[in-house]
């Protein structure tokens, strides 16, 4: 087992990617908080992983990234039940899209308030601990949006080219301590985020779903979209010791995207 007792506060756990994520982890024996504001979704995710591994030690809590003061309070009780914490996954996030022009400053703060600063809390009240143990491991998702533009996707890929650019620094910062930090930049997955992302797609144009989908699909040279389990298999690569050697690095996941 990869991750063998290794407490893990995986966030975004309720859906998508962050739901394999956790299946995967639980295989691989790790011991899981897993945080979500959906809490129907993030129970669903812990009967699915009794499920397949009754053994697997995983529990919910209902936390909203981009609220600084409850990070830190479910960081501090996250302390006191376990001691430490080994692994830290900053998979929450939103999108928005839309016109520039046309698009509300609530979506822009939305879009920053979880996929920037709510990385960033998650990493300020974990990493005193990190450094204190000399250990531990961030796994940031980023985004093939982090890397080039997408229509209509000016402020989510702002966003998660922060993402990269914060993961890269805190590389620096933690390296001494023994901390590696590490991204992934999924393409199209098929989850519920990117479905809704195509629905909104083809409602604004009058076209079919399935009409975008294909669009989408054919941006990766694979044409197809990627299973949320093939994304979580990196995210488990860089949790893990298999990625030792690696820090401030982020592995595209994209089906040949950015190749293009
Ligand atoms: N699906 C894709 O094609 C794709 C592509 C590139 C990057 N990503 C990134 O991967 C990550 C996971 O995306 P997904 O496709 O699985 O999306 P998803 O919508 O299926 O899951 C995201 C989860 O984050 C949770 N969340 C949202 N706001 C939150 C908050 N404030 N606090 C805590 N949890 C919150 C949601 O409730 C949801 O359970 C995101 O960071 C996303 O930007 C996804």
Redesign the pocket.
């Known amino acids: 087992m990869k991750l063998k007792d290794k407490i893990t506060l995986l966030?975004?756990a309720?859906?998508?990617?962050?739901r394999a994520t956790a299946i995967l982890f639980a295989k691989e024996g790790a011991i899981q908080i897993l945080?979500?504001?959906?809490q129907k979704?993030g129970e669903e995710t812990v009967n699915l992983i009794k499920n397949e591994v009754p053994s697997a030690k995983a529990e919910f809590i209902n936390?909203?990234?981009?609220k600084s003061s409850a990070v830190a309070d479910a960081i501090e009780q996250i302390l006191k039940k376990y001691g430490r914490i080994d692994l830290l996954i900053n998979?929450?996030?939103?999108?928005r899209v839309g016109l520039p022009e046309e698009f509300n400053e609530e979506d822009y703060d939305l879009l920053i308030n979880?996929?920037l600063k709510?990385t960033f809390f998650c990493c300020k009240y974990t990493i005193p601990t990190f450094k204190k143990q000399k250990s531990g491991v961030i796994v940031n998702?980023a985004?093939?949006?982090g890397h080039i533009g997408q229509v209509n996707h000016a402020n989510y890929c702002s966003t998660?080219a922060g993402v990269l650019g914060m993961t890269r620094a805190l590389a620096l910062d933690l390296a001494p301590f023994n901390v590696r930090v590490n991204s992934v930049s999924?393409?199209?997955?098929d989850?519920?985020?990117?479905r809704s992302d195509v629905a909104k797609n083809a409602r604004e144009r009058g076209v079919d779903f399935e009409v975008v989908k294909k669009e989408f699909e054919e941006e990766g040279v694979m044409g197809r979209w990627a299973d949320?389990m093939e994304v979580a298999k990196v995210i488990l690569f860089l949790a893990s010791e298999d990625s030792s050697y690696m820090t401030g690095a982020d592995i595209l996941v994209d089906g040949g995207w950015v190749s293009r």
């Not at 309720?14 to 962050?18: E, F, K, P, R, V």
């Open positions: 966030t975004g309720s859906s998508g990617i962050g945080a979500d504001i959906d979704g936390l909203d990234v981009s998979n929450a996030g939103v999108v979880v996929n709510g998702l985004s093939v949006a998660k999924p393409g199209a997955t989850t519920p985020m990117l949320p």
